[in-house]
């Protein structure tokens, strides 16, 4: 009976460990890790410890050299109600630290106790986005200035240089002229690959043959 528990809470803490992986960003030493002990004697690993007897922790990132923790701390989170999981407190920069240009590393860790089954752990350390781009050149959010409008003041200086586009310019890239919008045309204008369509207007003949008249009248085609 104790094998086939021993076997359904195996299964259980594979399913847990699959669904849900440990995740410490790189540099953060404040992060605490759980796990679970079992007594030594239990080769089932149905009886858990109430408290770790000389624990000790040896680490290991992007399978680099083994690592004693120099202090590690381990702590019973609940001795009555949670008998058997503890803390381990990531709080040694060296186990948080990835290696050059890596934006995330396996921190492999090793728990044992003399009362204890030897407990192993894998951490991911990981960049955040924030500190891969950094990495990369590309400047930080908190870098960037917010966004701001520019006035109609600004948006006036800033484009009042299109005032000063030659007649040249204007006729080397010119496509079509609204005539609508020409009142009293008195110059020569070079209109050389320019086509111009005459729309006809049944119900504004009259108007429209004026106007045809006044830019014929003051208008020059040069060919």
């Given amino acids: ?6 076997i359904v809470m195996l299964v259980m803490m594979l399913v847990v460990s699959s669904a849900f992986a440990i995740r410490i960003k790189s540099g953060d030493v404040a992060r605490k890790i759980q796990f679970v002990a079992y007594d030594a004697t239990d080769a089932n690993r149905v009886t858990t410890v ?7 922790v040896y680490y290991s990132i992007d399978g680099g050299t083994a690592t ?6 381990i702590a019973a989170i609940d001795a009555v109600n949670m008998q058997g999981v503890f803390s381990l407190a990531i709080d040694e920069a060296g186990m948080v630290a990835l290696p050059a240009d890596a934006n995330e ?7 044992t106790g003399s009362n204890a089954i030897t407990v192993p752990l894998s951490v991911e350390i990981y960049k955040d986005d924030e500190s891969a781009l950094t990495a990369y050149g590309v400047a930080k959010t908190s870098d960037i200035t917010d966004y701001n409008a520019p ?8 484009f009042s240089a299109l005032n000063d586009i030659s007649k040249t310019d204007v006729n080397s890239c ?7 919008r020409v009142a009293e045309p008195n110059s020569i204008v070079n209109l050389k690959r320019t086509t111009i369509q005459r729309t006809y207007d049944p119900n504004n003949q009259n108007a429209e043959g004026n106007a045809l008249k ?7 085609v040069q060919q």
């Fill in 1 to 6: 009976m104790k094998k086939s528990v021993s």
């Fill in 50 to 56: 109430a408290s770790l007897t000389a624990g000790a």
């Fill in 68 to 73: 004693a923790m120099t202090t590690p701390t």
């Fill in 105 to 111: 590393a396996e921190l492999m860790l090793y728990i």
């Fill in 214 to 220: 006044k830019i014929r009248s003051s208008v020059t």
């Fill in 174 to 180: 010119v496509v079509g002229i609204d005539w609508s």
């Fill in 151 to 158: 006035t109609f003041a600004e948006m006036t200086s800033a």
